[in-house]
Nanobody, 116 residues
Framework: QVQLVESGGGLVQAGGSLRLSCAASGGTFSTYTMGWFRQTPGKEREFVALVYWSSGTIRYADSVKGRFTISRDKNKNTSYLQMNSLKPEDTAVYYC?????????WGQGTQVTVSS
């Protein structure tokens, strides 16, 4: 059973930065992708970024391109999301998702609040 533990959320002023971490444990040797999604009340969860674990290929949502950077540390089974130039509209609960051996796993979510 894969477990994902997120950390790094918090309150920041517009223009500031935060770095989220997602540490995976348990059966991660066949990780396919790790990614980040976000959700605000009343809205569907939306894609932010993902990294293909083996190749390192990266994808971003248009809304975060040039501001957010996803990375991975294969030795630590950890994914990071560096968020710069944050905007109030980035305020959301951020979730980490991993696809391992064809199964999706989600973290518990971490709140990011950007004040104007």
């Amino acid at each position: 059973q894969v477990q994902l533990v997120e950390s790094g959320g918090g309150l920041v002023q517009a223009g500031g930065s935060l770095r989220l971490s997602c540490a995976a444990s348990g059966g991660t040797f066949s990780t396919y992708t790790m990614g980040w999604f976000r959700q605000t009340p009343g809205k569907e969860r939306e894609f932010v970024a993902l990294v293909y674990w083996s190749s390192g290929t990266i994808r971003y949502a248009d809304s975060v391109k040039g501001r957010f950077t996803i990375s991975r540390d294969k030795n630590k089974n950890t994914s990071y999301l560096q968020m710069n130039s944050l905007k109030p509209e980035d305020t959301a609960v951020y979730y980490c998702k991993a696809v391992v051996a064809g199964t999706e796993y989600w973290g518990q979510g971490t709140q990011v609040t950007v004040s104007s």
